[in-house]
């Protein structure tokens, strides 16, 4: 079954399907990707930033940072072309978080895993001493 949604873009309801804006928004942020990459292609462009991308094209950078994370515009083929980290927004080129902060978040799921890891084997010792518990009358 079809199932209405609001646009994420122009907050218009329309029925979804693959995508979570509307045919309109779907085809004007094609044409916005069209834009950026034919202001890319060329040579002395290649090397914009993303703020110049938007100076020169009028595409705003939330949607040139899209078109980033996306994948649809590659950071390998233009060297300065970065977005923010979704954590501490500092610039990178590729992936969601940043060097940091994936660390950060990768030492507190360790500390979580041995926090688990301590209670289990305290639960554990605690369910032996019940066990070995003798009552005499």
Same mark, same amino acid.
């Given at each position: 079954?079809?199932?209405? /949604?609001?646009?994420?873009r122009?907050?218009?309801?329309?029925?979804?399907?693959?995508?979570?804006?509307?045919? /309109?928004?779907?085809?004007?942020? +094609?044409q916005d990707?069209?834009?950026?990459? !034919?202001?890319l292609?060329?040579?002395?462009?290649? !090397? /914009? !930033?993303?703020?110049?991308? +938007?100076?020169g !094209?009028?595409?705003?950078?939330?949607?040139?940072?899209?078109?980033? =994370?996306?994948?649809?515009?590659?950071?390998?083929?233009?060297?300065?072309?970065?977005?923010g980290?979704?954590?501490?927004?500092?610039?990178? =080129?590729?992936?969601?978080?940043?060097?940091?902060?994936?660390?950060?978040?990768? %030492?507190?799921?360790? /500390?979580?895993?041995?926090? %688990?890891?301590? +209670?289990?084997r305290?639960?554990e010792? +605690?369910?032996e001493?019940?066990?070995?518990?003798y009552y005499?009358?």
């Open positions: 079954m079809e199932e209405l /949604a609001n646009c994420s122009c907050k218009g309801l329309f029925v979804k399907g693959s995508s979570a804006v509307c045919t /309109a928004c779907l085809k004007q942020e +094609e990707f069209q834009t950026v990459y !034919t202001f292609r060329k040579k002395q462009n290649r !090397t /914009a !930033t993303v703020e110049q991308i +938007e100076e !094209t009028g595409v705003s950078e939330w949607q040139v940072r899209q078109f980033l =994370k996306q994948k649809r515009l590659h950071p390998a083929h233009f060297p300065n072309i970065r977005y980290c979704e954590k501490c927004g500092s610039p990178i =080129k590729e992936n969601r978080l940043c060097p940091e902060c994936k660390h950060s978040i990768q %030492k507190g799921m360790e /500390a979580q895993e041995r926090k %688990k890891s301590i +209670e289990s305290k639960e010792r +605690e369910r001493k019940g066990i070995r518990t005499s009358w």
